[in-house]
């Protein structure tokens, strides 16, 4: 039952104690959520977990690329752990090393890549991805700081290389002003990613073609609707969303900035939330005194954040228990060096 499975999660974790820390990411599943000792976005919670060393295992409720993460920026005695190895991530999926090793390539034949081109990787990526931007010259960005990040790279070369996610890259560029003409779609099945070498010259952001299954649900009659409904309403999107859904928000931005934008308005305040539903409902209910909705009339959920349930949960923390660490995240020590190149530029452009 519910209740027995409770109270073993919550002796599982007192026989722990300190040892071992769980990371909550913001669409997490209340079942599992509750039981966080940290909670945040995946960059946030990279980086408390490191600030734990007495913490030798870092069990991350969220998805696999954000246990890489951890791995990475965590110290040499702590290991990650996710709980179920299905959680991954489609929009991660999207962009594989060979394959964007061979858009380098190809571009290198109309410009010289490494001096004109410089990649970013949305942190929503494989932990070689990271490395190749690390090799390369580049950096990762998450959708808090994509803009800082694009503003660094445009310093440094004079085109960005921007994957996986096309939202979240059309967005932040837009945002600073590059005309869409200026960001091209590059589609890896596609010899040159299906464009012209002239609009590779002109381009200065060429975007991969991938995208969030959850967040592309929502479209921008959903919130024409709720402003005929609610004329008052703040429609705050994650950049994610498709850019015509982005242009009709009235504030952009990520689950932790979503969050804070929530908690600091006033009683009575009114917001319709685009991004996925296990935060918004949560802001739901942690502030009765706010109308808060979420921007589908259908209810979009990432499934692979929802595979973290309260068994396997269960089941690590017990398998630690009996000395067992089940499905450690362990990046490969050269990946993991070039992927931490990339992570600190990172952390040092913002
Ligand atoms: O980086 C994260 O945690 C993700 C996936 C979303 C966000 O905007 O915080
Ligand atoms: Fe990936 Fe989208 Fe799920 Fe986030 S919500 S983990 S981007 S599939």
Not at 232 to 248: M, N, Y
Not at 272 to 299: A, C, Q, W, Y
Not at 306 to 327: K, Y
Request: aromatic share 6%; hydrophobic share 45%.
């Amino acid at each position: 039952t519910d209740a027995e499975l409770d109270a073993r999660i919550v002796a599982a974790k007192a026989a722990l104690g300190n040892r071992c820390v769980i990371l909550g990411h913001h669409y997490q599943r209340e079942e599992v959520y509750r039981y966080a000792d940290l909670t945040g976005d995946s960059l946030k919670l990279a980086r408390l977990a490191s600030q734990r060393p007495e913490a030798d295992y870092i069990l991350f409720c969220g998805v696999h690329f954000m246990a890489e993460v951890a791995d990475i920026l965590s110290a040499p005695h702590q290991t990650a752990i996710l709980p179920d190895m299905a959680a991954g991530c489609s929009m991660a999926d999207m962009a594989d090393l060979p394959a964007v090793e061979d858009c380098w390539r190809q571009l290198n034949t109309l410009l010289d890549a490494e001096a004109t081109l410089t990649p970013i990787t949305y942190v929503n990526s494989a932990a070689d991805l990271k490395g190749f931007c690390g090799e390369h010259g580049g950096t990762v960005c998450t959708s808090s700081n994509a803009a800082h990040v694009l503003k660094w790279a445009f310093g440094e070369r004079e085109k960005v290389l921007f994957f996986p996610d096309q939202h979240l890259g059309r967005n932040t560029g837009a945002a600073m002003g590059i005309g869409l003409e200026e960001m091209v779609l590059w589609r890896p099945t596609e010899p040159m990613g299906g464009l012209t070498p002239a609009q590779i010259k002109a381009a200065k952001i060429i975007l991969w073609d991938g995208f969030c299954s959850v967040h592309q649900l929502f479209q921008p009659a959903h919130i024409e609707q709720w402003r005929q409904r609610l004329p008052g309403v703040q429609v705050i999107c994650h950049p994610e969303c498709s850019f015509e859904v982005c242009q009709k928000a009235d504030a952009l931005g990520s689950t932790e900035l979503i969050q804070s934008r929530v908690r600091e308005a006033p009683a009575g305040s009114q917001f319709v939330i685009g991004t996925e539903l296990n935060l918004v409902n949560r802001l739901k209910h942690e502030m009765p005194e706010k109308e808060i909705h979420f921007l589908s009339p259908t209810l979009c959920m990432c499934s692979t954040m929802f595979r973290i349930d309260p068994q396997h949960l269960l089941w690590s923390l017990e398998n630690l228990i009996a000395g067992e660490v089940v499905n450690p995240i362990v990046v490969p020590a050269q990946q993991a060096a070039m992927a931490k190149v990339a992570l600190e530029r990172m952390l040092a452009i913002v």
